[in-house]
């Protein structure tokens, strides 16, 4: 069974920061790509970033800059380090993971106050 479980989110200062966790049950390196996604209340859910098997990195033009992802192979374990937050960052992050599909976290809240 394939789990993927956030962690790290929660309340902070406009300016802060906050590191948002993803464990997979599995090799990190199977998943093509691995990345964050968020979805604000009233809006879809949209990519932040994505890292491939080959270390490929996309980020949303929005989070550019502020926003690192990366991982550890021996934790199979997957990061967002987001500085400079923003009150439009709040939203509920969600870990993904494609194998033969998709497959999510249950999400963590990322709230920030202005």
């Known amino acids: 069974q394939v789990q993927l479980v956030e962690s790290g989110g929660g309340l902070v200062q406009a300016g802060g920061s906050l590191r948002l966790s993803c464990a997979t049950s599995r090799n990190i390196f199977t998943f093509d790509p691995l990345g964050w996604y968020r979805q604000a209340p009233g809006k879809k859910r949209e990519l932040v970033a994505e890292?491939?098997?080959?270390?490929?990195?996309n980020y949303a033009d929005s989070v550019r800059g502020r926003f690192t992802i990366s991982r550890d192979s021996a934790k199979d374990t997957l990061y967002l380090q987001m500085n400079s937050l923003k009150a439009e960052d709040t939203a509920v992050y969600y870990c993904?993971?494609?194998?033969?599909?998709?497959?999510w976290g249950q999400g963590t809240q990322v709230t920030v106050s202005s």
């Open positions: 890292i491939s098997t080959r270390g490929t990195i």
């Open positions: 993904m993971g494609r194998l033969s599909r998709e497959y």
